[in-house]
């Protein structure tokens, strides 16, 4: 491979098994012959990627700031699977002059996001590549199945989403019923706790004033019963009509009339 040959014409396209082949090739860098970057080509095409990594080690120190450079490295990276790396490496080589190297590396760089499952990062380096080489099937489909993968990823979001509200509006329910249990709960616990309505409160009895309400009081004597005596007043009456028969019979008659007084008044009361 002549090294003199402009990078557009050193690029070495390989039938693409599946889509996402990255863009394999032999930038030669500053348009003047490097060893390194020789060799790595040769080891990435026989499929050689850590024999062509180390080789382009070599290339990115001696020219660090050629594009080119860190395109073929970021390459070589691709090929390993150590995507995260080749996508810094790819974003340095995006920084070429040359149309046909920036559009590779932006190809290779959305290769390197898909592959990342970074699918949004992805479409926009396809349309980066696009805008500066729109003929390129393989980025056209690339796009494509980036854009499916978007809108499943979205789809995927949207129904965990959907999944967790449902969830969470579950779980407010059932708080909201225990916490209403438990309020019935309480409500039952109280009724029982309440004296019956019906029953008449009891207070207890209230002591004398000036003594303590919680000494006892003293017992108190009751009162020798008197005895009943209704025949006295008529004995008595009955002894002065007597006495009075020994008298003259005026007297008799006055005492006859307060005997008959005394028994039309009503008993006197004993209590």
């Known amino acids: 491979m002549s090294v003199n040959r402009r990078p557009a ?29 020789t060799d790595g080509n040769a080891s990435l ?11 382009y080690d070599q290339a990115v120190a001696a020219l660090p700031a050629d594009p080119a450079v860190h395109f073929n490295r970021g390459t070589a990276l ?9 996508i810094v490496e790819l974003m340095r080589a995006t920084e ?44 056209k489909w690339n796009l ?15 129904d965990q989403q959907d999944k967790d509200k449902d969830k969470n509006k579950q779980d407010d329910q059932k708080k909201q019923d225990d916490q209403k249990k438990q309020d019935q709960d309480k409500k039952q616990d109280e009724k029982k706790q309440e004296p019956d309505a019906g029953a008449p409160k009891q207070e207890p009895p209230k002591p004398p004033q000036g003594q303590d309400a919680g000494a006892q009081p003293p ?17 008595s009456e009955i002894d002065a009509v007597l006495d009075s028969l020994e008298r003259s019979p005026k007297d008799l008659e006055k005492m006859r009339a307060r005997l008959r007084a005394v028994r039309r008044a009503p008993p006197a009361k004993d209590w």
């Open 9 to 37: 014409e050193a690029a070495l396209r390989f039938p693409a098994v599946l889509a996402l082949l990255p863009l394999l090739a032999a930038w030669n860098p500053l348009e003047r012959p490097n060893r390194a970057v």
């Open 45 to 55: 095409q026989k499929g050689k990627a850590e024999e062509a990594l180390a080789r």
């Open 78 to 86: 691709f090929a390993l699977s150590r995507y995260d790396e080749a």
């Open 96 to 139: 070429s002059k040359s149309p046909s190297l920036k559009a590779a590396a932006f190809y290779n760089l959305g290769n390197s996001y898909f592959k990342a499952d970074r699918y949004a990062d992805a479409i926009a380096a396809y349309k980066h590549s696009l805008a500066l080489e729109p003929g390129d099937m393989r980025a």
């Open 144 to 158: 494509e199945l980036a854009l499916q993968k978007k809108q499943e990823e979205d789809k995927k979001k949207q």
């Open 219 to 235: 017992p108190q004597e009751e009162p020798a019963a008197q005895p009943k005596d209704d025949k006295a007043p008529e004995m």
